[in-house]
């Protein structure tokens, strides 16, 4: 899987947008861009995915640059429980002939939401 | 509650000890995975499971020894462990490709 760069950390005001970078330059046609957050001691929890176009659900936004080489997570109110660690993961989409793929996490970007 | 449920939260163990750690799922998900945190790492693949068969072993001790006995359980058996193998240990499962789903974790701190 691709290797992805975030930077350590962030800061952002309470009730603003919080737009996390993630340079994945490497990415294979195939390749899904993933987020995943881990609030303090508890298990990672997905946010969103998306393979080239712009996705958005209830919980964010991902806009990925139309290279693919890199994508931007966006909360666009961010709440002080949004304060987490957020992971971006490239991740194959078929992974040989059993049909699943492996999660790889990196340092991911501790954001800080402050009141 | 996340649909994917590890027993217990916390625990407590000697060296000498063996224990095993639970988890479950009733998402109907076909692949469960074992994760390990340590302090200030990222996460670390442990072992994959597909159907109930181990797919991936990422050169872990074999201190630590899982078991699949059907596609909603999955355990982790650990004896013998040393102090660095305190950490959070973190099950998760999918269904094929989509995204997975992670439990709480259990906290493991080895005496």
């Known amino acids: 899987d691709a290797k992805t760069t975030q930077p350590p950390s962030m800061d952002c005001a309470e009730g603003r947008a919080a737009n996390l970078p993630c340079n994945h330059s490497?990415?294979?046609?195939?390749?899904?861009v993933y987020w995943y957050r881990q609030i303090h001691s508890q298990g990672p929890q997905y946010i969103i995915h998306?393979?080239?176009n712009n996705e958005t659900n209830e919980m964010a936004s991902l806009i990925i640059t139309e290279d693919r080489k890199s994508s931007t997570l966006i909360l666009p109110h961010a709440t002080l429980r949004d304060t987490a660690v957020y992971y971006c993961?490239?991740?194959?989409?078929?992974?040989?002939?059993?049909?699943?793929?492996?999660?790889?996490f990196g340092q991911g970007t501790i954001l800080t939401v402050h009141p | 509650e996340t649909g994917v449920t590890q027993t217990p939260r916390h625990l407590v163990m000697g060296m000498t000890n063996k224990k095993s750690l639970k988890c479950e799922q009733h998402l109907k998900h076909n692949a469960m995975y074992w994760y390990k945190q340590s302090a200030k790492k990222p996460l670390e693949l442990m072992f994959v499971?597909?159907?109930?068969?181990?797919?991936e072993n990422n050169s872990v001790p074999s201190r630590f020894s899982p078991e699949c006995p059907n596609s909603s359980h999955l355990f982790l058996h650990l004896h013998t462990l040393q102090p660095e193998d305190s950490a959070l240990y973190l099950c998760?499962?999918?269904?094929?490709?989509?995204?997975?789903?992670f439990g709480s974790g259990t906290r493991l701190t080895v005496v």
């Open positions: 499971y597909n159907f109930k068969e181990q797919t």
């Open positions: 998760a499962s999918s269904r094929d490709r989509e995204s997975y789903t």
């Open positions: 993961i490239v991740r194959v989409a078929d992974a040989g002939g059993t049909s699943y793929g492996k999660l790889t």
């Open positions: 998306g393979l080239k």
């Open positions: 490497t990415i294979s046609g195939n390749e899904y």
